[in-house]
């Protein structure tokens, strides 16, 4: 199997798991956004953890000690996955699953102008018209929540810097995901001590259930972030973005069709919008690549042109005189 093959099996893995997410982050409740939060960073820690050691893998840190700035792309990675998981059950455990999910509608539009902004791309008349028309859906999404939909702009925005800056990593996918997280540990670990000992913590209160699911929210956690950085270091961000679409079709089905959240006609055109948004942006995108791959073939099968007689005559052997 190809490295981009493989990518995108795990880039489906990870958003396939991503798009029923809400299901599972309901059932914590009721524990708060922040005590659900400092569990999935603690419990993916110790999940990784265990998972480096089954691998003998533990070394890396030294290595990784000396990379002073690998380290800094870890602290900025650790911090906008810290806002995005944040944002994200604060969304779901107040009934908003439908705005979460047009934040990773949004996503691949915020790929595209990441690209512009910090890769310096430039950006095709087509894709220009996609950000335009998504620029218009938020407006009208506005007008319909009457407030600009800050949910769904702080997860795209922050899992958009998320994808770039481990795009630029290039950091294995578990390594990567121990450092990000065991940098949030102890301020996590500081927040349930800080609860327990005040007696606002859900955890080991509720039920035996409610406790295994916390503790498992490590794993629920680190297995679709471990698919999902497997797939960064093997697409280019066009491909991460295509597929995300997968995760947000889902989450809106779960918004919509299992916790009956309203879908009012100004709303659903707003995503009429940024759904026509993303077709311009698809189609303009694999337009490109049937262009790319066809201009690859046709220079392979176009022969090298002959060298010229100069070059010719500076390889033949010189006359010696007799």
Not at 125 to 148: E, I, K, M, S
Request: proline letters at 7%; glycine letters at 10%; a positive charge.
């Amino acid at each position: 199997m190809t490295p981009q093959r493989l990518g995108y099996l795990y880039g489906f893995g990870a958003y396939l798991l991503w798009g029923f997410f809400p299901i599972y982050l309901k059932l914590l409740r009721p524990a708060g956004p922040l005590e659900i939060l400092a569990h999935r960073i603690v419990w993916s820690v110790a999940f990784v953890a265990l998972l480096l050691a089954a691998q003998r893998n533990i070394g890396f840190l030294r290595a990784l000690a000396r990379r002073p700035r690998a380290l800094a792309g870890i602290g900025a990675a650790a911090a906008l996955i810290a806002v995005n998981w944040g944002t994200y059950i604060y969304g779901v455990n107040s009934d908003r699953v439908v705005e979460t999910a047009l934040g990773y509608f949004i996503n691949p539009l915020v790929v595209v102008l990441l690209g512009v902004t910090v890769l310096r791309e430039r950006l095709r008349p087509a894709q220009w018209v996609a950000l335009g028309v998504g620029g218009l859906a938020v407006a009208v999404l506005t007008v319909d929540y009457g407030h600009v939909p800050y949910l769904a702009l702080t997860l795209a925005l922050s899992f958009g810097g998320y994808g770039l800056v481990k795009k630029r990593l290039g950091l294995p996918a578990a390594e990567g995901l121990f450092v990000e997280s065991a940098v949030l540990a102890l301020p996590a670990l500081g927040y349930l001590g800080w609860l327990a000992a005040s007696g606002d913590a859900a955890f080991g209160h509720v039920s035996a259930g409610h406790t295994a699911l916390l503790v498992l929210a490590g794993a629920a956690t680190a297995v679709p972030l471990l698919l999902f950085a497997g797939a960064a270091n093997r697409l280019p961000l066009t491909g991460l973005g295509m597929l995300q679409y997968l995760a947000p079709i889902l989450q809106l089905g779960c918004g919509v069709l299992i916790f009956h959240e309203p879908m009012p006609p100004a709303r659903l055109a707003g995503f009429a919008l940024v759904w026509l948004a993303l077709i311009v942006f698809t189609v303009d995108a694999l337009r490109q690549t049937r262009r790319a791959r066809a201009a690859s073939r046709l220079a392979a099968a176009v022969p090298e042109p002959a060298p010229p007689p100069s070059a010719i005559l500076h390889f033949l052997p010189r006359q010696t005189g007799q």
